[in-house]
């Protein structure tokens, strides 16, 4: 009967060696190697450059047109809404529809600052307002096209047959883009 008893401990005993040997075996060690961040998997990962080192591209925003009195003017509220937005280009253009030498004016105001300008005879105008280029100038800005002088004297009569001038406006971002990875 003592052997009976004894049975069951061995198996017991067997049982627990043979635990301890599957977790001795488990506890080995294995190690992978560890992978580094690649750009399209062509090498290490290059820092991303400062802002200010970021290409400038210049992106088209809109085009307006109209048709503006002679000694008056139109406002084009243009909003600009890339964060990365550091200026704008806008081109005033026209052709003088009666008489010559029509004299339109352009100008530039960001969140109502002060306002570059220029004007001119020739039927094209471009303004370049971009501040020093490492301040994002996304939002606000206010074109103004004047009719400065339009001139519609055709004949001997002193009749002034040009009451403004027709006018066309592109306007585009100057946007810092960052650099492609790769």
């Known amino acids: 009967m003592a052997q009976d008893r004894a049975l069951p401990q061995d198996f017991l005993v067997l049982g627990v060696l043979l635990m ?10 294995y190690s992978l190697p560890v992978a580094t961040a690649t750009s399209q998997g062509h090498g290490p990962e290059r820092p991303v450059p400062p802002f200010e080192q970021w290409p400038i591209v210049q992106q088209p925003v809109t085009t307006e047109n109209g048709q503006t009195a002679e000694g008056a003017s139109t406002d084009i509220l243009v909003e600009l809404d ?5 200026g704008m280009i806008a081109t005033l253009t026209w052709t003088d529809d009666i008489g010559s030498n029509d004299e339109l004016s352009l100008s530039i105001a ?6 570059s300008t220029q004007s001119s005879t020739s039927g094209n105008v471009a303004l370049n307002a971009s501040g020093d280029s490492l301040t994002p100038m996304a939002g606000n800005w206010t074109c103004t096209v004047s009719v400065v002088r339009a001139p519609g004297l055709i004949s001997i009569l002193p009749i002034d047959r040009d009451n403004g001038n027709a006018w066309s406006l592109q306007i585009d971002a100057l946007v810092r883009q960052p650099p492609v990875a790769g």
Not at 20 to 29: D, G, H, K, N, T
Not at 82 to 86: A, E, F, K, L, T
Not at 110 to 115: K, L, N, P, R, T
């Open 110 to 115: 960001f969140e109502g600052g002060a306002a």
């Open 82 to 86: 890339d964060p990365n937005s550091v």
């Open 20 to 29: 301890v040997a599957l977790v001795a075996s488990a506890a080995v060690e």
